[in-house]
Every structure is written in structure tokens, then in C-alpha cells.
């Protein structure tokens, strides 16, 4: 054995030693042994102790031979006995030995805290000695070295506990992890502070000594380790810190620390929560400690010590964080994550346990301090100079990110009141003050008024005292709150004439404010941006007449300035934002947009605008050199005048266009009308202009604007006719198209509505094209009304939009007007109305049109093509929407004469002309009243730039124009109830220009008083409110069922057709519902029609879809009746259950809800045998509510359950099967009638009582079970539904409770586990398939043995009587064709001996193979595929091919063994199916001729 195995391998031996000496009862006490060493000396045992165990053990007595280890036990348990008092002797031996060499520091090290009870050692060990807590054992432990050593045991513990943390530090498995511990160290030193707290608690530990002996070795620490100190309560920061007499090798300490753990965060993903915890707790410390109201006498230097370290500390990471941003790091680099990690710390989860005290409030005003004062080294010049470049958006996001988080205890005034302060005690830096102030107008609401406020104190108190500081600060927060846009502060330019433009400003108090003024403002012009000084400039503060050259003095040196700059006060724009300090605009370019702007004011006002008035005085030179040369650019000046052309007479009656200008204009527009192509009729090419004839398509550009030249006499057809033919050659040759080419006939044309594409070449001549028409029409316009422009339009359209372009203009146009119509201009808006009647014109010529989704697969002619494109789905799409039809309606009304009313239906659909109808209807009230006879409005066409406004009124216009009522008499253009509810669903609510309760009333209005009332000959419903809810159910679904319900582009939530608009109609429907329910209004000679009209509408549309199992079929089937059930869940309750009046005794008639499960909604379980929960809960309301209504709600509740049992019996098992959730919901609703529950709810109750009872763990006699009521099917479904919510290990207790069951409970019982194994087929999880499997093989275990007859099941038909037809009713169609899978694969629980000898097997097993083989021939068995593919327990049943094969080999195997009466009606069964497996057939006729032929040799002899 040897020394080592004396030898404790460390302190855990130790650790027992203590234990066994804490149940031994002995002293801690001892001499303290020569070979004994310090605690601090060795881990274990001396060397001189392990000599002398080994010398022990080889010289047991005097005289003996050296023996081993083994033979003196051996001895020694055969001289003495062992006992009570031998043990204990042996103990305190054993306790004394290893006390002597015991390491306290690494004891600690190795005491993992509590452990778990261990057993009793043997051998003289018993159960009843106790172990103690290790704090408890560790103590005593010191307690006792200490009593060696002669010292208090607070300090040994102390210098002990600190060794240990500092080994704990030191001895890290990652050196790169900083400031933080790793997994390993965090165990330790939690245990170790756990005993550490315990020797706190029991007075053994001195936290002085501790903190002085941490200090010894501060390099050592870890920040994470002293954090833990104070979280654990073992000693608090404050009072670690103040333990230090050094203070600033404390702050430099934790500034390294937190510098460190700063950097560090992002990298170590893992621990980011300790991180965040540590930094945290420091700052709050930091915080509490460092800004704390101290006064009285308290406040001495020991109490000053730790607010020292903490605001140092918390000065010094602020300003390396300042510095860090000024220096302008890398984003990614450790600095830049140590001050984002550092700014992160003031957030509002850090100070909410310090929130109700002043500390934060302090803290925060002493930040901000610091960071405006923060090397003030930028002065007042270098801040005017720059500012620009400190607005929000270019201040650095981590200073702004601070900003806001200082912002956030202090108040917008508690704010502007400490920018003050500071602005007024401190030497500033200006990019943090100013980008301060712009962060505060950008976060605060209110700010502006409090900065104007502000500024307007500070610019009363600047000149009450001629304070220049108050001035310089006024200017520079103005300017700075000003670039951050008029949303939040006005403009630089309105402020400074708004403060210095009138009398009342400060300035004109006296000479000496304006010297003031104007002393400050000239100090300014050398750093100033020429934006501000054009400010100054153009509008000059108000100065007495007296004080003039004051101002003259100032204008001279601004415009030197802007002359050295180079830019020139008298080149700025009439219109130019002065509000920026953006780049001043290039004159030529700025004059060009005056122009158009001044144009369209002077369009709008008919008068020459203010801006261009005051700089033809004030202004003259930019004036005369640049804005008149813009605006008298030389072009062919058309025979009626324009809008320019009259704004140019208008400048020149006024003498505002020099005579030379003027004559030099009008020659040169002469010049221009010379090269008019007057001989283009014959032929002749004209040149373009060098600029546009590069290219075929620079050529194309030419032969338009020719064109629009030639647009100054619409009528004359030659001059027109020729040059659209010189642009149909030129568009040959820009889309590279021969002539053949141009004459070739498309058939058809598809487009992509969602995503319609051009290419780049083909798109740019669409547009030029497009625009050249808008730009001809607005110009031809000008000069006549549509109906006296001649021809020139449809010409234009039939030669350009040829059938070899025509696929790319309407692919345009659908860019246009579907993806971008809301931002078409209102002359692009009349320019393609236009086109669209006269494309509509040559509809007959024309292919149709077929698009994509979401809109009518079918062919659309030109007019329905521009109808799909209008939606009116928005505010903006509508307001677009009512614009294109108002403009199309009044053009074609202009165009065509009254009597030409076959060209109005050719070039206007019906469907423009409802939505029209719609919209106005929709958006106008007024239009909702009846049309006065005296009403004779002109037509709206005005081809001019129509704000919303104009458009509504010229909707309204069109609207009581005489001839638009006569076009609305024609049939084809009524807007039916019909059309109004398709209109009204594509309508989003949340984006829809009427509110809530606008469109409830608007709806109110369009139901009640105009459609319903309406006959049906124009629309309407003939007041028959059921017709009307008939129609709305109809158009609901089919809108539901279409894929405009569902815009990809959207995200919608497909509850109705995935639109809120649905949502709203259908609220109208359940009004209408209700006002039926009450009592239905029937029509007079009308006769009462029995049956609901919901069920009358489902059972046509069913009867109109397509029969079939196919997947197509199935899928098509199953929305719509899921599309039914949403919609009959939406409406009252008693929908379900009929409406019997009180007065009448007879029982709700629920035949149509029965017959729509049992054909129908049977087929949507996906669970097998019951119905889902929302329809299953409303029936039960219904019948609730039929209760409600009747005289006696006993014997109406037992009437309408009785039913059920017969015509439908899976209302009664879906109860069953959602019972836990129903039940509460019954009795609450029947304690109102205050009687006993109706026997058949009681029935259904008691059922699930006996399932639960049955399979309950707590039921241990099959005499406490509840007793099964009947019918049995009843209880065998409660049953079921119990094992499959119980689980499959219940299942065969409780069949062994049941007793002596009914068959016709176990039979049913079988069926409903048959049900659920094909439905965990259907609707996986797969898990589920393998538990549904193991019941029905134990129920079937179960019949077998009781020998119940259970084959039937499997040959189950619509045509059976009883048992048989009830079960048919309970099981969905696709689970009926699907029990050959289940029959086989329940193959392997087959007791194939007591099969074999039932002469009814055969049949069955046969039809089921032959059902099987078809179900995979027709692909019905993919279900399986999927399951085993996905489940490896699986994969060898649930395959197809497999399970096939298996049901082969069984029935080969099992034919020759059956008897002679189970091929009685082989023959019929294998005509129908027999040539799906020739080899089987083959087996089963030769068997069945063979057993007939044994049968007559066996006959008897009678003669």
C-alpha cells in the first residue's frame, strides 16, 4: 500500500476530518505536532507525518518482522473486537492526525458548498452522526487553528478567505476574458463567499482585514470578483474602496477595470447579462454615492471620500468616451464598443432603483456639464462657420444616443434652464451645445416654443445690456434649431424678420440697440454662409429713415463678402428656399424653375405673382438678366394663347418687359414658326435639332415636337395628318421594326398586372409617345373644346399604338395607372382619360386583353382592360380612381354628340361607369339625394392642373349633368346591389377615406334606403330584406373565393377574404340577419318558403362545383365549406336551430344544419367523428337560445338532442368530445330557466362521467365506476375521447373495469380507435399514429377475447339500417375509403387461427385488399408515404408498397386455410376488382373449385 495511500490528496480529506470529528463528539482542540506546518505552508499532509504513519505501520511490536498493510488489519481484526468505545478511539486518533496537517486556504478552495446526504460508512460508522454545513465545518476548523496559532480567528479567517479570492482571481482558464471570471472561477468563488457569509454571520470575519489584504495584491482582482463581493453581501463597494488610503490609484484601478470590461462586452456574447449586470451596479453605486446630498456633520473628509472616487471615476470614463468620439475611431474598433458599452450604462434600467432620490437629476445635470465644456476650444467663428455640420443627422449617433438619454430625467425646461447656466458660467464647446440643441428640438414636442421663448428672453436681455455673449448664443441656437426643418423650428429667414423686420422689434428702441445690431451683424459677415447673408440682405432688418446708413453700410459689406465668395445677391431666385444652408443654385437653373412656378401661380390667380412684381423693382438685375431671358425662351407661339403666352402679355401691358426684349422675343418665335414643316404633307424629312437628332430615337423626339408645334390649329386635319405620319416612320425605325412588322396581327395580349415589365428601348418611346399626346391634348385644349378639335386624337392613336406597339402601351399604362396613379399630375390624368376613350373607340379592331392575377382570367375588351385597372381599395386610390373616371366620362361626353349614343358604349364599360357611380354615391351626400329637374351644370372638362378640390367639384358637376342621368337609364350601366357589395369588399378600412362611422352610415344608407327599397328591374332588392342578404352572401363568398380578395402585395390575414372591408359588410349582414330572426318581412303576394336562405344558398353552389375525389376537387370543396361554417359562426346562433315563434309548440327544425353535417361538414373532422369546437359550441348556443324562446326549454332541449341521435348523431359525439370546455358554458346558460338539466344533456354528462371514471387512476374497483348510460354508442364515443386525452396506458385498466360491457359499446368503441388511427394518418403528428395503432390493437386484443363479432365494421354503407347507418353518418367520407389501410394495418394483432375459421373473414380481408390495391392505383395512399417517411417506427407499415405486400402474403397464406363457406360470394366480389391482382384472384378460384370439389366427392351414396 505504501505512503500514498495514507496521504489525503487535498483538503477534502480534511473536510471529512472535520465531519467525523463533528459526530465523534471530540474537541477541535490539540497540540499542535513538531511536523505540523501553517495553514498557508502545505495542501496536505507534512512529510514528516507520512514517515512516521509508515513507520507506525511497519514496527508493531518489539522484535516482529516488517509486515504489510493487508496482515496487520488482518491481526488486529482478529486480537480485538470491535465496538463503540474502540471506534471513537480510533476517530479522535485518525481527527488528530489529520487536523495537524490540514490547508485551510486550499480546504476552501475545494468546498463546493451543501452536498447531498451520503449513506453511513461501515465499520464503526453509524447513521447517526450528522453532517454539518461546510461554513459550520470551516469554522471550527479556523477556530481551532487559530487557538494553534494564537491569533483571533477574524483575522485568520479574513487573511484565509483572502488568499483564496485572490487565487480564485489569478488562476483563470482564459487569460483574454479581461475583467471577468470564467464558468470554473464562478463556481468557486460563490462557494467561497457562502462560507465567507457564514463566518460574517457568527463574528469570525473582519472585512477591514480582508479589504487591506485584497489591496495588497489589487493588480490580481477582477472587477466581476469584486462585484460579487457586494451583490453577496460579504462587503460593499464603498466600503472595499474607502479601504484604500490611496484614492487615486483606486480611480485609476476601477477606470482600468471599467474600461476593460467595457471593451469586452460584445465579446463575450455568452456572459453580455453578467456584463450588463456589473456595469450596471458600478454606476448606480457610482452614482448614489457620488451625487448624494451630504451635509451637517457628517460631512467630513471619511465622508467625502467615496464621492470622490465615484465622480473621479465617472469624470474620467466621460471623458475618454469624449475624446474617444473627437479622435474618430473605427466603428468596430475596442474603443468605439467601450464607449457605446459605457453610454448604454445611463439608460432608465440602470437608475430605477435610485429614480425617487436626487442623485440621478444631479448626476445628469453634472454629464451634461461636462460634455458642453468639454475642451472649449472652438470659438465663436469656428461655431458660425461650422455649424452646418452639426445638425442631428451629422452629429456622431453615439453622442446623440446620450443626449437622449440624459434628456430623460430632466424636463424641456429643467433642460433650457441648464444650457443656460452653463452657457452663462462656463467657457463652452459649441459642437456639443449646438448639437445638444438640435437633438432637443428633434426629441422634444415642445421645443420649439421653449427654444423661441429661449432666445427671445435671451435677445431682451441682450439688448437691455448690450450683451454680446447673449447675442452669439441667440444667433447660433437659431440657426442650428432652424436646420433642422420648418417641422420643427421655423426657418432662419422667417425668425429674423419675424424679430427685426417690424418696430416692434428690440433693436428699435434706440441708436445705440441698432449700432448694436448692426455691429454685431457686420462682426459677423467675414465667417458668415452666404445663405444667411441673403437673409440679411433681402430682408433687412427695419431701420428709421434717420439710422439709414447703418443699414447701407452693412448691405455694402454683405455683398462684398458674397462677391468674394462669388455669389451674387441679385442672381438668388424669386423662389428659392432661404430657410437651408444648403449650396446656392446655379442662376440659370433657378430662373428656369421661377419660371414654371411663377406660371402656375399666375394660372391659378390670373394676376402677375408678388415675388415676380417685387423683383422686377427691387430685384432688377437677376430680373432682367436672368428670369426674362427664361421665361422669353424662343418657340412657335400658338394661334390661341397659353398659359405663357398670356402670362408674357400680362408682364408687357404692365411695362414689365423692356420693348427691345419684348420685339428681340417675338422675332425670334417668328424665326421658330418659319421652320414649321408646312411642306411635311409631301413627304419631306425635316432635321432635327443637332441635340435631339442623335439617334432614331433623337429623331422621334423632333417628329413630336413638330407635332405639339403644329398643335396651335387642332382642326387643321392635313398639316396634323401628315406630321403623325412622319411620326409613325420615325417610330419605325426608333423600335427597329420593318414594315412588315408594323402590319403584323397580334391575336391575343397578355399582361401581368402584379408585375408588368418593359424593356428599356421600349419604355422610352411608350413615354415619349404618352407624353407627346397628354402635352398635344393639353395644348389643343387650349384652343378648342374636345368636340372642335377635329380628328388629330384618334388619328394619333390608331397610327402610333399600332397591335405591334399596343402590348407595350397597355403595359405601361398598367404601370401608370395601377402602381402609380395616386402621383399622376392632374394633365397626365386628362391626357390618358383621353386615350382611353379613343383606344376604347377601335375596341372592334383591337385583341382582347388577359392579365394575370389578381384580377379575370377571361379576355378583356379596351374599355373592361382600363376599368381593371382603377381600385378603389384606398383614399388615394379612390380619389384617383374618381379623377381618371370623372375626366374619361366628361371627355367622351364632350366628344360625342348626344345622338351618337352607340359611341359612347363602345368607348365607355360599364364597369367605369359603376365605379363612378360608387365612389360619388360613396364620398359626396349630397349626391345621395334625388337630382332637381331645373339642374343643368356645364361639363366639368377644364384641362388645367385641378387640385382635389376642383376634381370633387367637377365629379359633382358630371354627376347632375342631364346627359350622364340619361346614360345611367341604360341597364348596362345600373349599379346593381350586386355590383355595390363587390365595390364596397375591395375597400380596406384602414386606409379608407370615410371613418367608421362614416362608412356604418354609409352603409346604413346604401342597404336600407337606396338598394333594398330599388325594384329589381334597376338593381335593386324589391324590399325584400332576405333577397338583399341572399345577394350579400353570394357576392361574399364569390369575392372570398376570387383571388381579388387576396393582393399578394398585402398582408393579408385570409379571415373572409383576408380584407377588413369584409369584416364590415359582414357586420351588416349579421344586422340583417338579426332584423330576420326577429321576424322577416315577407313581401306582399309573396308566399312563406320554408328552410333558411344560407342553407338554400350552400346547397346550390355546392350542387355547381365540380364532384370528384381528386385533390383539385377536395381542396376546391373544402374552402368553401369552410368559408360556409366562418360565415354561419358569424351569424346569430339560432340560424342553426330555426326560430320557432312562442306561440308555437312545434320543435325547432334543424333538418337543413343536420343534413349540411351529415353531407357535408362531416367531411371537414380532422378527427374522425366530431365536429370542431366553434361549430359545435354555436349549435349549443342555438339550442340554448331555442330553450330561451320556448314554454318548456326541458322538453325543446330533449326534443332537439333526441334528433340528433337519429338524423345527427356527430352533434351529440362532437359534445362529447369537447365536453370539459362546453359543459361550464350549459349550466351557466341553464341556471336561467332554474330546473333540473334536460335528460338528454344530463345523458351526455353522465356518458363522459363513466369514461372519466373508467380510465381515472383513482377508481380501483370496477364497481365505482359510473354506470355507462345509453344508448351504448353514446358512451362508447365518450369513451374514446377519454383514452385519447387519458393515453393509451389507461386503456387497459379500463377495459378490465368494464365488466360485462354491451357488444354494441366495444364494436362502437373499436370503430371510433379505427377512426382515430386514419385520421393520425390524415393529420399527422406522426408520434400520435403509433399510440392510435396500440389502442385499437388492444381494443381488438379485447373483442377477440370475448369473441365479439367486429368484421362488419369494415363493410360499412350508406345503405345500412341501425348500428350500421348511425356509424356511417359518424365517419367522414375519406376515412370510409381508407379503412382497407386501417384493416391491414392492424395485420400484425390478427389472431389469424380464429380468423380463419370465421367463414365471413375471407370476404372481408378480400374486398379489403382489393379496396387497397385501387386506393394506390388512384394515389390515395400518398398520406402514407409521407407519414413513413418522416416516422422510422414506420417505415415498414406505414409505406404503401409494404403494407401491400403484407396484405398479399396474408391472404396467400391465409386461403388455403379457410373453409369452404367463405367462398360462398368469392365470384361476385372478384368481378368487380378482380383483375387488380390476377395471382390472388388466380389463388381464391382455384381454392373455391377445389373445396367444391371435395364437397362432392364426400356426398353419401342415396342410391
Known amino acids: 500500500m505504501g505512503r500514498q495511500s495514507w496521504r489525503p490528496a487535498n483538503g477534502k480529506a480534511a473536510l471529512a476530518a472535520s465531519q467525523w470529528e463533528g459526530r465523534a463528539g471530540q474537541p477541535m482542540g490539540g497540540q499542535r505536532g513538531a511536523g505540523g506546518r501553517s495553514c498557508r505552508q502545505l495542501p496536505g499532509l507534512s512529510m514528516s507525518g507520512s514517515r512516521a504513519l509508515a513507520a507506525a505501520a511497519s514496527d508493531p511490536g518489539s522484535g516482529s518482522c516488517r509486515r504489510t498493510w493487508a496482515e496487520l488489519l488482518a491481526g488486529r481484526a482478529q486480537r480485538q473486537k470491535p465496538g463503540p468505545e474502540r471506534g471513537r478511539r480510533v476517530l479522535a486518533a485518525a481527527l488528530q492526525l489529520l487536523r495537524r496537517h490540514v490547508d485551510l486556504s486550499q480546504l476552501l478552495l475545494e468546498v463546493d458548498g451543501p452536498r447531498p446526504a451520503e449513506p453511513a460508512l461501515s465499520g464503526g460508522m453509524d447513521g447517526r452522526m450528522d453532517r454539518g454545513s461546510p461554513g459550520a465545518l470551516v469554522g471550527s476548523a479556523l477556530r481551532d487553528q487559530a487557538s494553534r496559532l494564537g491569533v483571533p480567528v477574524a483575522v485568520l479567517s479574513s487573511h484565509t478567505v483572502a488568499s483564496s479570492f485572490v487565487q480564485i482571481c489569478a488562476a483563470r482558464a482564459e487569460p483574454s476574458r479581461g475583467v471577468l471570471l470564467d464558468p470554473e472561477q464562478r463556481k468557486k468563488l460563490s462557494s467561497l463567499l457562502e462560507i465567507a457569509g457564514h463566518l460574517l454571520a457568527h463574528s469570525m470575519f473582519s472585512r477591514l482585514t480582508f479589504c487591506q489584504e485584497l489591496w495588497k495584491v489589487q493588480d490580481s482582482l477582477l472587477l466581476e470578483a469584486v462585484w460579487r463581493l457586494q451583490i453577496q453581501n460579504i462587503v460593499s463597494l464603498q466600503e472595499l474602496l474607502e479601504s484604500h488610503s490611496d484614492v487615486q490609484a483606486v480611480v485609476a484601478w476601477l477606470f482600468r477595470n471599467l474600461r476593460c470590461l ?132 451629422r452629429t456622431h449617433p453615439l453622442l446623440t444616443g446620450l443626449y437622449r438619454r440624459l434628456f430623460v430625467l430632466l424636463s424641456p425646461e429643467e433642460l433650457v434652464g441648464h444650457l443656460q447656466d452653463v452657457l452663462e458660467t462656463h467657457e463652452v464647446n459649441w459642437q456639443h451645445v449646438l448639437s445638444c440643441v438640435s437633438t432637443m428640438v428633434i426629441c422634444f414636442p415642445g421645443a420649439q416654443r421653449l427654444v423661441t421663448d429661449w432666445v427671445t428672453c435671451l435677445l431682451a436681455r441682450a439688448f437691455e445690456s448690450f450683451d454680446l455673449d447673449c447675442m452669439v448664443t441667440v444667433f447660433l441656437v437659431v440657426r442650428q434649431a432652424a436646420l433642422e426643418g420648418p417641422s420643427v423650428f421655423p426657418s432662419y429667414a422667417d425668425w429674423f424678420q419675424a424679430s427685426f423686420g417690424s418696430s416692434r422689434g428690440h433693436h428699435c428702441s434706440s441708436k445705440k440697440a441698432l449700432v448694436f445690431l448692426f455691429k454685431f451683424l457686420s462682426d459677423l459677415v467675414p465667417f458668415e454662409a452666404p445663405r444667411y447673408l441673403q437673409v440679411h440682405i433681402l430682408h433687412p432688418p427695419l431701420v428709421p429713415s434717420k439710422y439709414r446708413s447703418l443699414l447701407t453700410d452693412y448691405v455694402s459689406l454683405a455683398k462684398t463678402r458674397l462677391a468674394d465668395l462669388k455669389v451674387s445677391v441679385e442672381n438668388m431666385g424669386l423662389y428659392e428656399d432661404l430657410s437651408t444652408a444648403r449650396d ?47 421665361l422669353l425662351t424662343p418657340r412657335v407661339i400658338p394661334s390661341a394663347p397659353d398659359s405663357r403666352v398670356a402670362f408674357i402679355e400680362t408682364l408687357k401691358r404692365a411695362d414689365k418687359i423692356p420693348s427691345s426684349l419684348y420685339s428681340t422675343y417675338r422675332q425670334a418665335c417668328s424665326a421658330a414658326g418659319e421652320k414649321t414643316p408646312t411642306n411635311a404633307a409631301l413627304g419631306m424629312e425635316v432635321e432635327a435639332e443637332p441635340g435631339c437628332a442623335e439617334g432614331s430615337l433623337g429623331l422621334l423626339t423632333a417628329a413630336l415636337q413638330e407635332l405639339r408645334a403644329a398643335m ?117 390624368v386628362l391626357g390618358l382619360a383621353a386615350l382611353a376613350i379613343h383606344l376604347g373607340e377601335s375596341r372592334s379592331v383591337l385583341p382582347e386583353v388577359h392579365m394575370g392575377p389578381p384580377t379575370l382570367a377571361r379576355g378583356l375588351s379596351i374599355p373592361e382592360f382600363f376599368s381593371s385597372l382603377l381600385t378603389c381599395r384606398s383614399k388615394e386610390s379612390s380619389l384617383f380612381c374618381l379623377k381618371f373616371c370623372t375626366a374619361t366620362i366628361s371627355y367622351a361626353l364632350c366628344k360625342f354628340s348626344p345622338q351618337s349614343c352607340d359611341a359612347w358604349y363602345s368607348c365607355l364599360s360599364p364597369g367605369l361607369i359603376k365605379k363612378f357611380q360608387f365612389i360619388v354615391l360613396r364620398l359626396f351626400s349630397e349626391a ?76 346604413q344608407w346604401a342597404i336600407r334606403e337606396h338598394f333594398v327599397p330599388m325594384p329589381s328591374a334597376a338593381g335593386g332588392c324589391d324590399g325584400d330584406l332576405e333577397t338583399a342578404c341572399t345577394i350579400l352572401v353570394s357576392v361574399l363568398m364569390d369575392f372570398c373565393q376570387s383571388s381579388r380578395s387576396c393582393d399578394p402585395s398585402e398582408n393579408s390575414d385570409l379571415v ?137 326549454p326541458a322538453l325543446t332541449a330533449d326534443q332537439i338532442l333526441t334528433s340528433c341521435q337519429t338524423e345527427c348523431p356527430l352533434v351529440l359525439t362532437s359534445a362529447l368530445l369537447w365536453w370539459q370546455r362546453l359543459e361550464p358554458e350549459l349550466l351557466c346558460w341553464w341556471r336561467c330557466f332554474q330546473s333540473p338539466l334536460p335528460r338528454e344533456l344530463q345523458r351526455l354528462r353522465d356518458a363522459w362521467r363513466f369514461a372519466s371514471s373508467l380510465l381515472s387512476p383513482d377508481t380501483e374497483f370496477p364497481d365505482t365506476v359510473s354506470p355507462a348510460p345509453g344508448p351504448a354508442w353514446v358512451s362508447a364515443a365518450a369513451l374514446h375521447f377519454a383514452i385519447q386525452q387519458a393515453g ?156 401491400i405486400t403484407k396484405a398479399r402474403l396474408f391472404l396467400l397464406r391465409s386461403i388455403p386455410r379457410c373453409s369452404r363457406a367463405s367462398f360462398s360470394n368469392m365470384a361476385e366480389l372478384l368481378a368487380t376488382r378482380g383483375d387488380c391482382d390476377p395471382e390472388v384472384s388466380a389463388a381464391l378460384l382455384s381454392r373455391q373449385r377445389a373445396m367444391q370439389d371435395t364437397g362432392l366427392s364426400q356426398e353419401p351414396c342415396l342410391f
Request: include cysteine; hydrophobic fraction near 40%.
Open 262 to 393: 467595457c471593451e469586452q462586452t460584445e465579446d463575450t456574447s455568452q456572459h453580455v447579462d453578467i456584463t450588463r449586470a456589473v456595469l450596471s451596479d458600478f454606476v448606480q453605486v457610482f452614482v448614489l454615492r457620488g451625487f448624494q446630498k451630504i451635509s451637517g456633520p457628517r460631512r467630513n473628509v471619511e465622508a467625502e471620500q467615496m464621492p470622490q472616487i465615484a465622480v473621479a471615476v465617472l469624470q474620467r470614463m466621460l471623458l475618454f468616451a469624449l475624446e474617444t468620439l473627437a479622435a474618430g475611431v473605427q466603428e468596430e474598433s475596442k474603443a468605439h464598443k467601450a464607449v457605446r458599452c459605457w453610454f448604454s450604462g445611463f439608460s432608465g434600467h440602470t437608475f430605477h432603483s435610485i429614480i425617487s432620490t436626487d442623485s440621478s437629476k444631479r448626476f445628469f445635470r453634472h454629464t451634461l456639464t461636462q460634455i458642453l465644456t468639454h475642451q472649449p476650444v472652438l470659438k465663436v467663428s469656428d461655431a458660425v462657420q461650422m455649424q452646418r455640420d452639426w445638425s442631428f443627422a
Open 712 to 828: 396651335t390649329d387642332p382642326a387643321h386635319y392635313d398639316v396634323l395628318s401628315a406630321q403623325i405620319a412622319v411620326v409613325s416612320e420615325r417610330l419605325h425605325s426608333a423600335l427597329g421594326l420593318s414594315e412588315d412588322d408594323g402590319s403584323s396581327e397580334v391575336s391575343k395580349i397578355q399582361l401581368s398586372v402584379l408585375a408588368p415589365k418593359l424593356e428599356q428601348r421600349e419604355q422610352q418611346v411608350v413615354d415619349l409617345l404618352l407624353t407627346s399626346f397628354c402635352q398635344n391634348l393639353m395644348a389643343a385644349s387650349t384652343f378648342a373644346p374636345p368636340d372642335r378639335q377635329g380628328s388629330w386624337a384618334a388619328r394619333f392613336v390608331t397610327t402610333t399604338c399600332r397591335r405591334s406597339l399596343l402590348p407595350a402601351v397597355l403595359t405601361r399604362l398598367c404601370q401608370l395607372l395601377h402602381h402609380q396613379g395616386p402621383s399622376l399630375s392632374a394633365s397626365h
Open 1288 to 1443: 393509451k396506458g389507461s386503456l387497459r385498466k379500463g377495459l378490465e373495469r368494464l365488466g360485462c360491457p354491451t357488444e354494441e359499446l366495444l364494436v362502437v368503441l373499436f370503430f371510433f380507435s379505427l377512426m382515430g388511427l386514419l385520421s393520425t394518418h390524415l393529420t399527422p403528428p406522426a408520434a400520435s399514429c403509433l399510440t392510435a395503432l396500440d389502442v385499437c390493437a388492444e381494443i381488438l386484443e379485447y373483442l377477440e377475447k370475448r369473441k365479439v363479432p367486429w368484421l362488419p365494421l369494415f363493410q360499412l354503407t350508406e345503405t345500412d339500417a341501425g348500428l350500421g347507418h348511425l356509424l356511417f353518418l359518424l365517419a367522414p367520407d375519406q376515412h370510409v375509403r381508407l379503412m382497407p389501410v386501417a384493416f391491414y394495418s392492424l395485420l400484425s394483432y390478427f389472431d389469424e387461427d380464429a380468423l380463419t375459421q370465421d367463414d365471413a373473414f375471407l370476404p372481408v380481408a378480400v374486398d379489403m385488399y382489393l379496396k387497397l390495391l385501387c386506393l394506390f392505383v388512384a394515389g390515395e395512399t400518398g398520406v402514407l408515404s409521407s407519414l413513413a417517411s418522416r416516422t422510422q417506427e414506420l417505415q415498414g407499415q406505414g409505406c404503401p408498397v409494404g403494407l
Open 928 to 1003: 345621395r339625394d334625388p337630382l332637381s329637374v331645373e339642374d343643368t351644370a356645364s361639363l366639368p372638362w377644364r384641362p388645367s392642373c385641378l387640385p382635389p378640390a376642383d376634381w370633387q367639384r367637377a365629379a359633382l358637376c358630371l354627376w347632375r349633368q342631364r346627359a350622364f342621368q340619361e346614360l345611367l337609364k341604360e341597364k348596362d350601366f345600373h349599379l346593381t346591389f350586386r355590383d355595390w357589395v363587390q365595390l364596397e369588399l375591395e375597400i380596406h378600412p384602414e386606409v379608407d377615406s370615410l371613418s367608421d362611422i362614416e362608412r356604418r352610415d354609409f352603409h
Open 584 to 630: 446656392v443654385t446655379e442662376p440659370h437653373r433657378q430662373a428656369s424653375q421661377d419660371v414654371e412656378k411663377a406660371i402656375q401661380v399666375f394660372e391659378h390667380t390670373g394676376k402677375i405673382p408678388i415675388a415676380v412684381m417685387e423683383a422686377s423693382i427691387f430685384r432688377r438685375p437677376y430680373y432682367i438678366s436672368h428670369f426674362l431671358p427664361a
Open 1056 to 1192: 373572409l377574404g383576408g380584407y377588413m372591408g369584409n369584416r364590415d359588410i359582414f357586420s351588416r349582414l349579421q344586422e340583417m340577419a338579426a332584423d330576420l330572426e326577429q321576424g322577416p318581412v315577407v313581401p306582399h303576394g309573396h308566399a312563406w318558403s320554408r328552410g333558411h336562405f344560407l342553407f338554400r344558398i350552400f346547397h346550390s353552389r355546392l350542387q355547381a362545383l365540380a364532384g370528384g375525389w381528386d385533390m383539385a376537387s377536395r381542396l376546391q370543396r373544402q374552402r368553401e365549406l369552410l368559408m360556409y361554417k366562418r360565415i354561419l359562426l358569424g351569424l346569430p346562433p339560432s340560424v342553426l336551430v330555426g326560430n320557432p315563434r312562442a306561440e308555437q309548440p312545434a320543435t325547432p327544425d334543424c333538418a337543413e344544419f343536420f343534413h349540411l353535417v351529415n353531407s357535408e361538414l362531416r367531411n371537414l373532422c380532422s378527427r374522425g367523428g366530431a365536429l370542431t369546437h366553434d361549430i359545435t359550441v354555436h349549435f349549443f348556443r342555438g339550442l340554448l337560445q331555442a330553450c330561451l324562446r320556448s314554454r318548456d
